[in-house]
C-alpha cells in the first residue's frame, strides 16, 4: 500500500501563486505516475496535471502556461507549481498515483492523498 500526504495549498489572491508538494510513504514498483486532480464544489474531479517515471508530463488545457509539475524519485515527491492563479483555480487538490502510463480518469488512480484546499480570491 501507497500512502499520499498533500502539503501546500491555502488562500491566495487572484493573480497569486501556490506550491503543492506531495510525498508517498514509498515508491511503487515499476513505472508509475503521479499526477494532481481537482475538484470544485458541485463539479466532477478532474486531472489537472500529470507526470511519470520518465518525466513525460501532461496537462489540462486551463492550466497549460500556469502550472507546472515536477517530481523528484529521490524522495518520492511530487510538486505543483501553480501561477497567475484564478478563481476558478479554487477546489480540493488531490495527489493520486497509479501503477503503469497517465489516465485521464479518476478510477484509474489506484492511491490518492487525503486533499488540500486552494482558494483563490478574486
Known amino acids: 500500500q501507497v500512502q499520499l500526504g498533500e502539503s501546500g495549498g491555502g488562500l491566495v489572491q487572484a493573480g497569486g501563486s501556490l506550491r503543492l508538494s506531495c510525498a508517498a510513504s514509498?515508491?511503487?514498483?515499476?513505472?508509475?505516475?503521479m499526477g494532481w486532480f481537482r475538484q470544485a464544489p458541485g463539479k466532477e474531479r478532474e486531472l489537472v496535471a500529470t507526470v511519470s517515471t520518465g518525466g513525460y508530463t501532461y496537462y489540462a488545457e486551463s492550466v497549460k502556461g500556469r502550472f507546472t509539475i515536477s517530481r523528484d524519485n529521490a524522495r518520492n515527491t511530487v510538486y505543483l507549481q501553480m501561477n497567475s492563479l484564478n478563481p476558478s483555480d479554487t477546489a480540493v487538490y488531490y495527489c493520486?498515483?497509479?501503477?503503469?502510463?497517465?489516465?485521464?480518469?479518476?478510477?484509474?488512480?489506484?492511491?490518492w492523498g487525503q486533499g488540500t484546499q486552494v482558494t483563490v480570491s478574486s
Open positions: 514509498r515508491r511503487p514498483s515499476g513505472t508509475y505516475t
Open positions: 493520486a498515483a497509479r501503477g503503469g502510463v497517465w489516465r485521464m480518469r479518476p478510477s484509474e488512480y489506484d492511491y
